[in-house]
């Protein structure tokens, strides 16, 4: 039996997570709001949401959009037994909506003056998964 002696063993969310089936109604034409609407425990749709409002600059929406897709994926990881540290690997496609979202959150919240919550997410992005930045 082999332990993990430098710390929790990361955290991977189902492969039937929500964010797979709102990536294929993306993918087949639904937009943003639809999917959001259709799967709201999916944290890509909400990210995809915060990051078009951002573009928008309507960064208030936007913060509204990743917080959401943010929570959303805090749930999905805390059943998938994540204990609140741990790497969430980005590579594994379930997890990214999370990151995305994560990250957004970061955008948001420094474009709005929360520069202090930003700081917190993009650190816990980089203790997720350093790679998550290149999602």
């Known amino acids: 039996m082999h332990t993990n002696l430098l710390g929790p063993e990361p955290t991977y969310l189902p ?3 929500p964010d797979m089936a709102a990536r294929s109604a993306i993918g087949d034409g639904a937009t943003l709001r639809e999917v959001a ?7 890509y749709a909400w990210a995809m949401l915060a990051r078009e409002s951002l573009a928008g600059d309507d960064p208030v929406a936007a913060y509204a959009f990743a917080r959401t897709g943010y929570h959303r994926g805090l749930d999905a990881l805390r059943r998938a037994g ?19 979202a994560l990250l957004a ?25 350093p790679a998550a930045r290149s999602l």
């Open 15 to 17: 492969d039937d997570h």
């Open 37 to 43: 609407a259709r799967y709201p425990a999916a944290s």
């Open 82 to 100: 994540w204990r609140g540290a741990g790497p969430i690997p980005a590579g594994h496609v379930p997890n990214q909506g999370f990151l995305m």
């Open 105 to 129: 959150l970061a955008d948001a919240a420094e474009t709005i003056g929360e520069v202090e919550e930003a700081g917190r997410c993009r650190s816990f992005a980089d203790d997720s998964d």
